[in-house]
C-alpha cells in the first residue's frame, strides 16, 4: 500500500481527505465495487489504520484454503463501524476461527470487511475494497 495520505484503487489513488469528513468520518456512501450496492451511508463510519489480512476477493466459494494457505493482502486503512445495524447491505461468512469476514449481501463479493468474534464493537470494511460515492 501507498502512504498514509493515498489509497490505490481501479481509478488510481483517491486522496483520503476527500473520502474523510472534518470529525473523521465517511464522507461519501460506500459502495460495493462489483454491483454498486450501498454498504455504508455517509457520516457513519470513523477512519481506523490496523493491519488486517483479508483473503483474496473471490466468489463466495473461493474462501477456503488450500494446502494450508489463502491468497490474500494484508490492508491497513479501514472504515470503523460499532454496531452491525449501521450497514446497509453487508452479509458475514461462517467463522473462520475467531473471524467472520463482511462480504456483499446482494452479489456476495468479498471479503471486504472482517470482524473478530472477541471484539462485539469493531466491524472493519476496507477502503480498497470498497468504491465511494
Known amino acids: 500500500m501507498e502512504d498514509c ?10 486522496d483520503l481527505s476527500k473520502l474523510v469528513s472534518e470529525d473523521g468520518k465517511n464522507a461519501k456512501s460506500v459502495l460495493c465495487q462489483r454491483c454498486g450496492s450501498k454498504v455504508l451511508c455517509p457520516g457513519v463510519a470513523v477512519l481506523a489504520e490496523k493491519e488486517l489480512f483479508l483473503p483474496s476477493m473471490r466468489k463466495k466459494t473461493g474462501i477456503s484454503q488450500v494446502e494450508g494457505t489463502v491468497d490474500g493482502d494484508t490492508l491497513t486503512a479501514h472504515w470503523l463501524v460499532d454496531d452491525m445495524y449501521t450497514f446497509e447491505n453487508v ?3 461462517k467463522d473462520v ?37
Do not use: M, Q
Open 5 to 14: 495520505g493515498t489509497i490505490s484503487g481501479d481509478e488510481g489513488c483517491a
Open 97 to 133: 476461527g475467531k473471524v467472520k469476514y463482511l462480504i456483499c449481501a446482494d452479489c456476495e463479493i468479498g471479503p471486504i470487511g472482517w470482524h473478530c468474534l472477541d471484539e462485539k464493537k469493531s466491524f472493519y470494511v476496507a477502503l480498497e475494497r470498497v468504491n465511494h460515492a
Open 91 to 93: 452479509g458475514f461468512t
